[in-house]
């Protein structure tokens, strides 16, 4: 029996050899992966670029709300300056208030009965003034009156020099 397995191991060696043996390979040129590079540096330059420009546009964003709240503060003070002017205009344009500034600053006071004098009119020459100065204005013959009056105000002359106001 040994013989048998001597003959078998050795059938066995060749096989083994064959396996041991290294195989000879192709040697490859090392694979270059500059498109990958390329393609990463890209890729990042580009992700770079999307939050830069992210981060301006909430900048300027920023700044815009800044700016808006400045003018709505500025609007608020405008505001508010505009209601102490209408209440100083109501306050100054009461007859109250602009006689005791009249006895107060200028010393004026009412008038006494001798100081009042009355001027006598007689209501038709006034009428008779009246139309001759409209006939006048129609025509264009007075100087420095505005000679584009309206409708309305020709009118409103008129009647008035009916009724003497």
Known sequence: MEVARKDYYQLQEPQEQLQRQPKKQKKKAPKSYRFEKVMATAGIVTILVLSLSLLLRYASITEARHDVHGLSKQLEQLENQREKLKVEMEKVSKSMTIEAAAKERLN???????????????????????????????????????????????????ISGMFNI
């Not at 003034?129 to 204005?137: L, T």
């Not at 009056?149 to 002359?157: A, D, E, I, S």
Request: no cysteine.
């Open 108 to 158: 004026m006071q009412y008038p006494s009965k001798e100081q009042v004098f009355y001027v006598a009119v007689d209501p038709t020459k006034v009428a008779l003034m009246n139309n001759e100065i409209d006939k006048k204005i129609n025509e264009g013959e007075v100087i420095g009156l505005n000679t584009n009056l309206n409708p309305l105000k020709k009118m409103f002359h008129k």
